[in-house]
């Protein structure tokens, strides 16, 4: 029996990639040191897999920044302002993710990876664009593993997949291009069919609304694949829900195998093994991939014992998708709860799984393991530290009127007419540079190498400074800038009940970036104020509003390993009640601006447009639910990330906050087609530069996107800010950036009067 896994994380367990890709990007080392580092991380990552009982590695899983920027390369598919620059270099490829700041090329569009917290770099396709083989990584890679002593099966974002998630150039419909790709891909599986048995080819799409487009050349995309695969055979992997619709699709493909999540979408199996062609195998993604609890043996043996029974032989054991969303390896974790400890799985552990699984399957007993993972089981079923019956009576008390406003924004606008703010009022989003100095003092305090009076000096000084370059740049509202924070989940998470924290569950969220997940094991709820002592602080240094800055109950949700015992409405719910209780506290203590990041909502959405109207539903009732308690002159501010604003519009009308904060330069404001139709009742600040990127925006730049922004939203309704938080950037980025920005804000005031 064949076990595998979809994928293995990129970045090593110490997140060596991370630092040898920013050590590359300041110039401190060569390419072929990044190379090196990142070939080094490949074959441990292959050898881990190897170690485990798999049949084969993945190859072609490893990016030095994103897969499908990777696919973009491997398609020819560079946008013309980065033709000139020479092809296939690291400089190149990393221009096109990042931007260059010295000629200001900006960078290729980025988004989320369906409703997962990992970026991908949207694909631009135009009419002039002619596929070809241009990048040859997968070869190179699956020639790696095999001259290392592997049994590679390499993997590519499907053909169909990668159309779905391009973006039309000047209105071109990237399908156009779809016969001309499928001959490309044809060549790409033609020349791995020589080195492999198996070639996997992930079409997420499918358990996605597919675009018509999409269904009509389907069938004869696959065709030609596996034609062109010879003696090797196609393993088509969906992922993330049900393929319901689309079923027949798969069954129809002609591949050798078909890959489904059964982690997340088991819902129809009765009806797929009904159906199942008798020519062909299935994949089981029995163990998830997107979350840290072991996996259920007995649960999951019951499943795969259906399947076995209906299909015989033809099954293969797997992760449900990639694990690029889980942890490296819980071996690392030292300080970890025992008992919480014992309830989880990372990559590593995951990849062990799989094989045990398969193994009890083909009748190779695992007595001890399976007698531990019910220990397991049981143990986080039963214990104490998961229920909270004061959170539970609290849940049960919640009323219909604690989710709405005391009056419509209409009245809200007049009571907070006390702000004085100017027309295009600036301001930012959060967080400002988390310098070297602020992480080290971070790392000393948490050493014990200095006292917490020590570190709370320290960072009232660097409030003070923040506030004071805000002043002098001559922003409208400030904000206190986030020298406390190291992440926006992780901080607020480390100051409730039924959190906890890893030293090292890193997973990849763009590029270098690398977030740590909390896990939320238990009942939620806040013992203390959390962020009240730092912005009641900053305020009293400024005239000028101060907004309190906070992250959303749907957020702090998404961006977490969440228990998976109760529904996650029930989560969300219980965080907004705490998040409810810092807002009313904030309010008390003066501060009558404050912002809840809602960055994930579109994140968190199912993808299936058919499950959606349910996730709203207690999504925006959570954000309305910790926000609605304040009085009509208090101003609520929410931000978002990365979201197809015309799919969710009338949500993010619902959620009634009096500002939104949108990400839109690398879009050009495109995103803000969506309130052509659809008249936006509230303020809206579209960001008007990219955070994301070294380049400092011009002030005509800046101009120009806001009279862009103009033709959608009236102006007395339009904020001016970045499109994020200015964490991950430097001050010589940020204050000239800041500057533009303002003084585009003060034109435009003349212009508009």
Known sequence: MKKHVLGFPRFGAGRELKKALEAFWKGETSTAQLEECARTIRLNNWKIQKDAGLSFVTTGDFSCYDHVLDTCIMLGAVPERFRHLPAGTSETYFIMARGDRKTGIPAMEMTKWFNTNYHYIVSEITGDFQPSFAGRRIIEE???????????????????????????????????????????????????????????????ILSSDLPSAGRDVFTDVYHRLNAAAGKAKLLLATYFDTLDDNLDLAFNSGCAGLHLDLARGDANLDEVLAEFPKEMLLSAGIVEGRNIWKNDFERSLSVLQKIQAKLGSRIMIGSSCSLLHSPVDLAYETRLDPEIRNWLAFAVQKCAEVHILGDILEGIPHDTELADNRQAIRSRRTSPIVHDHNVIDRMQAVSETMFHRKSPYAVRKQAQSWLKLPLFPTTTIGSYPQTDDIRRMRRAVRKGEITKMHYHDFLHDKIAMMVKKQEEIGLDVLVHGEPERNDMVEYFGQQLNGFCFTETGWVQSYGSRCVKPPIIYGDVSRPAPMTVEWIKYAQSLTQKPMKGMLTGPVTILCWSFVRDDIPRSQVCRQIALAILDEVRDLEQAGIRIIQIDEAALSEGMPVKAGKQADYFEWAVGSFRLATSSVEDSTQIHTHMCYSEFNKIIRAIACMDADVISIESSRSKMEILEAFRDFEYPNEIGPGVYDIHSPRIPSKEEIVSLLEKACRFIPKERLWVNPDCGLKTRRWEEVIPSLTNMVAAARELRKKKR
């Open 142 to 204: 699956t020639r790696e593993a095999i001259a290392a002593g592997f049994d590679p099966k390499p993997v590519l974002v499907g053909p169909v997949t990668f159309l779905a998630l391009a973006k039309g150039v000047n209105g071109y419909n990237p399908w156009e291009k779809i016969s001309d790709i499928a001959d490309t891909y044809a060549e790409i599986v033609g020349e791995l069919s020589s080195m492999c048995g198996w070639i996997q080819i992930d079409e997420p």
